[in-house]
């Protein structure tokens, strides 16, 4: 019904995806797959309901819409299981800016905070930009995946420890993690009084018959020591909305937290957010999300056997959620600035360097592959002409 086959100009709209080539990459006419949202039309069940509000021509002060709460934990409840109370919830202006600010209300300035890379950058560098320890948990590779490394973390988990970041699903490999590993996960952080942020901003993309599982509905210690955050900006394409939420089902967490929100009017969404938010939370939205996702499934399958066939030195990690394949070049045998330039200057492409991920991540590239087929196909033969010619 949907055609993910589109090609949008995005000319004009000042995407940070095309906007910014220069100035990262040091050219603007390079194909930008990188930043993690869709080339795909925001549907448009989503611009109608804010072309509705918009027709109304007056933009005062607002206020949450009545049943937003409800609907927002009756999507969760129907594709995740986990029955979040109402009271457990607010309001975030981003998952980025949500993680900035436990920070700054959970952690104080001689405190620290534990990541597991490779993982989303920001994890790493909100922190420290908060003047905040970073202490590192890399993540262990075993057979094309990731474990979590938890001897380790035991470890390095001491006293001045008050924050774990968690990935849930994981950025940038695509995990979908067990519910073992984060009863796990939340035994020792729990046992530690470690907050665990998890974000799982990609939560409604599981894809290939895997499963997304909330880590604050694995255990009663994972419920206490978590606070959730969650948007429907990713799976919607509507990141430049700006609609999260925010989840603690732990009474004084949660109190602290939202008290220092409320303080601030950070809690306090703009007009549009909830009405695109509440637009897809519903049965529309979730027919359009399976369409995507199959979309998305096929383009990760025509990645892997495009990189078979043509490009064997590369090879694709099977995502279990979301729109970014891992691609694994350490083959190619190349460093860091060589693997830059083959991307970039030969075959001028706008990847994430694996590296900006953190330890391990060294000889990948991060592959959004949320475009058109033919985009994608155009930046595969790209990448596999200027193999052959290196
Ligand atoms: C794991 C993860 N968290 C958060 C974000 C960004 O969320 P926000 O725009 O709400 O800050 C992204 C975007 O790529 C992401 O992949």
Same mark, same amino acid.
């Given at each position: 019904?949907y055609n993910?086959?589109?090609?949008i100009?995005?000319?004009?709209s000042?995407?940070?995806?095309?906007?910014?080539?220069?100035?990262?990459?040091?050219d603007?006419?390079?194909? +930008?797959? %990188?930043?993690?949202?869709?080339?795909?039309?925001?549907?448009?069940?989503?611009?109608?309901?804010?072309?509705?509000?918009?027709?109304?021509?007056?933009?005062?002060?607002?206020?949450?819409? /009545?049943?937003? %709460?409800q609907?927002?934990?009756?999507?969760?409840?129907?594709?995740?299981?986990?029955?979040? /109370?109402?009271? %457990? *919830?607010?309001?975030i202006?981003?998952?980025? /800016?949500?993680?900035? *600010?436990?920070?700054?209300? #959970?952690?104080k300035?001689?405190?620290?905070v534990?990541?597991?890379?490779?993982?989303?950058h920001? #994890?790493?560098?909100?922190?420290?930009?908060?003047?905040?320890?970073?202490?590192?948990?890399?993540l262990?590779e075993?057979?094309?995946?990731y474990?979590m490394?938890?001897?380790?973390?035991?470890?390095?988990a001491d006293?001045?420890?008050?924050?774990?970041?968690?990935?849930?699903?994981?950025?940038?490999a695509?995990?979908? %993690?067990d519910?073992?590993?984060l009863q796990?996960?939340?035994?020792?952080?729990?046992?530690?009084?470690?907050?665990?942020?998890?974000?799982?901003?990609?939560c409604?993309?599981?894809i290939?018959?895997?499963?997304?599982?909330?880590?604050?509905?694995?255990?009663e210690?994972a419920?206490?020591?978590s606070?959730?955050?969650?948007?429907?900006?990713?799976?919607?394409?509507i990141a430049?909305?700006?609609?999260?939420y925010?989840?603690? +089902?732990?009474? !004084?967490?949660?109190?602290?937290?939202?008290?220092w929100l409320?303080?601030?009017e950070?809690?306090?969404?703009t007009? #549009?957010?909830?009405?695109?938010?509440?637009?897809? #939370?519903?049965?529309?939205? !979730?027919?359009?999300r399976?369409?995507?996702?199959?979309?998305?499934?096929?383009?990760?399958?025509?990645v892997?056997d495009?990189?078979?066939?043509?490009?064997? /030195?590369?090879?694709?990690?099977?995502?279990?959620?979301?729109?970014?394949?891992?691609?694994?070049c350490?083959?190619?045998g190349?460093?860091?600035?060589?693997?830059n330039?083959?991307?970039?200057?030969?075959a001028?492409?706008?990847?994430?360097?694996?590296? *900006?991920f953190?330890?391990?991540?060294e000889?990948?590239?991060?592959?959004?592959?949320?475009?058109?087929?033919?985009?994608?196909?155009?930046?595969? !033969?790209?990448?596999?002409?200027?193999?052959?010619?290196s």
């Amino acid at each position: 019904m949907y055609n993910f086959d589109k090609i949008i100009d995005r000319t004009g709209s000042d995407d940070l995806k095309h906007g910014v080539l220069q100035e990262r990459y040091g050219d603007a006419n390079l194909l +930008p797959l %990188w930043v993690a949202d869709m080339d795909f039309e925001t549907p448009q069940f989503i611009t109608d309901a804010l072309r509705r509000r918009l027709d109304h021509s007056l933009f005062g002060y607002t206020m949450m819409p /009545k049943g937003y %709460w409800q609907q927002v934990a009756g999507w969760i409840a129907d594709h995740h299981a986990w029955n979040v /109370k109402e009271e %457990w *919830m607010t309001f975030i202006p981003g998952i980025v /800016k949500g993680i900035g *600010m436990a920070i700054n209300v #959970f952690v104080k300035p001689d405190e620290k905070v534990i990541i597991q890379p490779p993982v989303y950058h920001p #994890f790493r560098l909100t922190p420290l930009g908060n003047r905040r320890e970073v202490v590192y948990n890399p993540l262990k590779e075993i057979d094309g995946t990731y474990t979590m490394d938890f001897d380790q973390l035991e470890q390095i988990a001491d006293e001045k420890c008050r924050m774990l970041i968690l990935s849930n699903p994981h950025n940038p490999a695509g995990i979908c %993690w067990d519910k073992q590993t984060l009863q796990r996960l939340a035994h020792i952080c729990h046992q530690r009084g470690i907050i665990v942020i998890s974000d799982e901003i990609h939560c409604d993309m599981a894809i290939f018959g895997n499963r997304h599982t909330p880590f604050a509905s694995v255990s009663e210690e994972a419920a206490q020591c978590s606070i959730t955050f969650g948007a429907p900006s990713k799976t919607f394409n509507i990141a430049g909305i700006v609609s999260s939420y925010s989840i603690i +089902p732990n009474d !004084e967490t949660r109190h602290l937290f939202y008290s220092w929100l409320e303080a601030n009017e950070l809690n306090e969404p703009t007009i #549009f957010s909830p009405i695109a938010t509440m637009a897809a #939370f519903t049965p529309e939205g !979730e027919a359009w999300r399976k369409e995507m996702l199959a979309y998305i499934e096929g383009n990760i399958d025509f990645v892997i056997d495009y990189c078979a066939k043509h490009l064997p /030195k590369i090879k694709p990690w099977r995502p279990q959620a979301s729109f970014l394949v891992w691609l694994d070049c350490r083959d190619l045998g190349l460093n860091h600035s060589l693997l830059n330039d083959l991307f970039v200057n030969k075959a001028r492409l706008a990847l994430n360097d694996g590296e *900006m991920f953190g330890k391990g991540g060294e000889g990948f590239m991060r592959l959004n592959i949320a475009t058109p087929r033919a985009i994608l196909q155009d930046a595969l !033969e790209r990448l596999s002409k200027a193999v052959q010619l290196s």
